[in-house]
């Protein structure tokens, strides 16, 4: 029964509320053109009716690292629904694999700072969101997902960066 309530009330209270809801969400990937591995960060306004601005991304690690790649300027503003990705080199963390999912941190203009969640559910195969159209990941080459070569001509194919997946 109070289960059943706090279905209803997860439905219902979103209605009546004009939260700002966001998702911060990070995957380990690489870019095939050039092989570097990097922390990919995840941003996604989940909120029904209002934008959200994003003024600094950082790893929460020692030392802090700020993902501040020249083709993904900051401050940035999501509409509602938009997501946008952004990037850090793995090398620059110093933090062990399975933690450094959980250490990115997004700060919005409104100074409230966003922890994030290991993204799970990452395409094999896809765009990096954003306005930078032609940024594709794809998953690591573990010798069980694809064979080098068709990496390579969706690569040569699209004459984008291609990333990879873990």
Request: aromatic fraction near 10%; include cysteine; hydrophobic fraction near 35%.
């Given at each position: 029964?109070?289960?059943l309530f ?8 979103p ?10 969400a ?25 934008e959200i601005?994003?003024?600094?991304i950082?790893?929460d ?11 993904r300027?900051?401050p940035?503003?999501?509409?509602p ?6 990037w ?6 110093r ?5 450094v999912?959980?250490?990115?941190r997004a ?17 094999h ?13 794809s ?14 001509t ?11 997946r873990?």
């Amino acid at each position: 029964m109070t289960e059943l309530f706090k279905f209803l009330l997860s439905l219902i209270l979103p209605l009546f509320s004009e939260r700002r809801k966001i998702r911060l969400a990070v995957h380990r990937a690489r870019f095939l053109h050039s092989n570097r591995d990097c922390y990919f960060v995840n941003v996604t306004n989940l909120s029904r009716s209002r934008e959200i601005e994003i003024t600094h991304i950082w790893f929460d690690c020692t030392p802090q690292v700020h993902c501040l790649p020249p083709e993904r300027p900051l401050p940035k503003r999501l509409k509602p629904d938009e997501t946008w990705e952004t990037w850090v080199e793995a090398r620059l963390l110093r933090a062990s694999n399975d933690g450094v999912f959980e250490l990115a941190r997004a700060r919005l203009s409104t100074g409230v700072v966003i922890k994030s969640k290991r993204n799970k559910n990452v395409p094999h195969e896809g765009f990096v969101p954003g306005e930078q159209r032609g940024v594709l990941y794809s998953p690591p080459i573990t010798g069980a997902y694809f064979p080098r070569e068709t990496h390579h001509t969706t690569a040569v194919r699209a004459q984008e960066d291609l990333h990879i997946r873990e």
